[in-house]
């Protein structure tokens, strides 16, 4: 396990992709430290490292989500339903109040939110000042988009959003690779509305946000990789990753790149990075739920506590955090306590291979 695995604690990356996002992240850090930061993250790796259930500090990235809705509906996307099922968290959008107080609560710990999680984050207006917010107290702000919108002011507010990186989802140039993966998307709609932000940049003599262009490649999509190259080079954004999407094993074959075969799927083909998020981070839902991690953010159930509702602080070290820690230093052991999802997640189920 080499040093990058161990920072980033995912796989399915190459080196390069790897190198990009650490980036990113090395950015934040720089950008937004301050000593009660610096001091909470070294407590947070102390404790990592020392495989702590009980911890001293605090979370210094969180991924917020303040919508979990959609205005596309992408193959494959973990959050595919029409609908919700009985016991299911419906569709909704958090209130700018709330998240007010989770930075209230936690704020001079963060380096960085991460803004989106399974929704459209540009649907709404009060994203914008979720940004305004978190910046004007010195976090940085990550948003992903698939920059399907039809409002001519959006790329100005963008950018004077005080964002730091957008993420611009776009799996595919021509539209044929592009509909296949992202549905009802609209390419060159998405491709001006990026041009729009990056022109706004250069008006405005902006640095920010950083484009970072995210491509999942697909065995339809990944003789375009070259043509988004380009295209990225043409359009000036900042960067462009070449990433493993996640698909059922069972996805038809047009669905596997022969640079991500269908076999690298499976969580046995790497050695597992362990799991560092109970350590550093969190996913909030849009009604405030707060869970481990964004595996299987549909039900409530799986909620660790709720961040509108309780203290923040007091679910991180709460029986269901305690629990999921131990599973994650024990990987196949037998632990006692509530039953976390944590218990079925691989990183706990399969003994370790580092
Ligand atoms: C589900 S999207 C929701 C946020 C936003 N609507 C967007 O399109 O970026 C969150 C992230 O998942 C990525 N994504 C979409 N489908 C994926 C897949 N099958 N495997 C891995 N990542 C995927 C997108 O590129 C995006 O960065």
Redesign the pocket.
């Known amino acids: 396990m080499g040093i990058l695995d161990s920072a980033l604690a995912t796989k399915g990356m190459n080196a390069g992709v790897k190198f990009k996002i650490l980036r990113r992240h090395l950015l934040a850090f720089a950008r937004h430290m301050t000593a009660a930061r610096l001091h909470n993250f070294i407590r947070a790796e102390r404790d990592r490292m020392a495989k702590k259930t009980r911890v001293s500090s605090m979370p210094y990235i969180l991924k917020i989500e303040p919508s979990n809705i ?1 205005n ?1 509906h ?6 595919d339903r029409r609908q919700p099922l009985p016991g299911e968290r419906p569709y909704g959008r958090m209130p700018f109040e709330n998240f007010k107080k989770i930075i209230d609560e936690v704020g001079e710990y963060l380096f960085k939110i991460n803004l ?6 540009w649907l709404f207006p009060e994203t914008l000042d979720m940004i305004r917010y978190a910046s004007d107290r010195d976090i940085g702000v990550g948003v ?3 920059m399907n919108f039809k409002d001519a002011s959006l790329p100005r507010r963008i950018v004077d959003s005080g964002l730091e990186t957008l ?1 611009f ?1 776009c ?1 595919g140039v021509g539209r044929e690779a592009y509909s296949r993966f992202m549905g009802k998307g609209d390419p060159d709609l998405a491709f001006a509305n990026i041009a729009a932000v990056i022109e706004e940049k250069k008006r405005l003599r902006a640095r920010y946000p950083v484009i970072d262009w ?1 491509y ?1 490649v697909t065995g339809f999509n990944e003789m375009e990789i070259e043509a988004a190259r380009e295209k990225a080079r043409v359009l000036g954004v900042d960067q462009i990753r070449f ?1 493993k ?3 059922p094993e069972n996805a038809p074959d047009e669905w596997f790149s022969s640079m991500f075969p269908r076999q690298t799927l499976r969580h046995e083909a790497e050695p597992s990075p362990g799991c560092s998020w109970v350590y550093r981070s969190a996913y909030i839902n849009f009604d405030g739920g707060l869970l481990p991690c964004c595996r299987d953010m549909r039900k409530p159930a799986n909620d660790f506590g709720n961040v509108f509702t309780q203290d923040f602080k007091e679910i991180w070290n709460n029986e269901a955090y305690q629990t999921a820690r131990a599973l994650i230093a024990s990987p196949g052991a037998d632990i006692p306590g509530p039953d976390v999802m944590c218990r079925r997640c691989p990183v706990t189920t399969s003994a370790r291979k580092t």
């Open positions: 959609c596309l992408c193959a494959y996307c973990y959050d989106y999680g399974f929704g459209e984050p992903s988009s698939n993420i989802s799996h995210q999942c990433i999407p996640f698909f």
